[in-house]
């Protein structure tokens, strides 16, 4: 069964205080991994889309990285407004050439000041 | 440029009651997927339409049905609600499947 797994589950960081999130996944036929940011009450706002491992993409302080297994966001010197949860999806095809989007369970990120 | 629109933002039913759902796509997107999101937890898929039929649906009864209109705008339905129907319920349009642009989400409460 596909599965996605995401950790830690909760984290708290000081501002300015770098570290890196964890999306691994056990997948069939990976056709591509999405880092989405969602505030409370809200819906998931699009960050990066990686397609092959060895792929990075940066914006701001966050930086995404893919691997055969893993992904990683890397956030560097966070601020207080990085504080959000951090979704992981991996994009897996269906029967019929369609895709569907199948996500992780989130890591909540606090950054204090 | 519209994102996508989820309507109505609140909504608060009673156990056994029926509820409707609308999404409308962004522009220029014809495919919609629903899913379903638990406090604390990720998104669930519950299914996806394309050119008006339910393309695959997740691990979700039949009390959970859609229907996509000839605009791409589309509507869930849950029938014979439960409190454990209580949730956040996003929906996402695609152009080709990639992509996903997702709305703020209809918050049931099922009472």
């Known amino acids: 069964e596909d599965q996605v797994t995401q950790s830690p589950e909760a984290l708290r960081l000081q501002e300015g205080e770098s570290s890196s999130l964890n999306c691994s996944y056990t997948v069939s036929g990976l056709r591509g991994l999405f880092w989405y940011r969602q505030d409370p009450g809200k819906g998931p706002e699009f960050l990066f889309t990686l397609y092959s491992a060895g792929e990075e993409k940066e914006k701001e302080r966050l930086k995404a990285t893919l691997t055969k297994k893993e992904s990683f966001l890397h956030i560097t010197a966070p601020k207080p407004e990085d504080s959000a949860t951090y979704l992981c999806a991996v994009l897996l095809p269906f029967s019929g050439g369609y895709n569907k989007l199948i996500f992780g369970a989130g890591t909540r990120l606090a950054v204090h000041p | 440029d519209a994102g996508v629109t989820q309507s109505p933002t609140h909504l608060i039913k009673t156990r056994g009651q029926q509820v409707t759902l609308r999404c409308s796509p962004k522009s220029g997107h014809d495919t919609v997927s629903w899913y379903q999101q638990a406090l604390g937890q990720g998104p669930q898929f519950i299914f996806q339409?394309?050119?008006?039929?339910?393309?695959q649906r997740g691990n979700f009864p039949d009390r959970f049905s859609g229907h996509q209109f000839p605009n791409y705008s589309s509507e869930l339905n849950v029938n014979a609600l439960l409190l454990g129907d209580s949730a956040l319920y996003l929906c996402?349009?695609?152009?080709?499947?990639?992509?996903?642009?997702f709305g703020s989400g209809t918050r049931l409460t099922v009472v």
């Open positions: 339409y394309y050119e008006e039929e339910e393309r």
């Open positions: 996402a349009s695609s152009f080709t499947g990639d992509g996903y642009t």
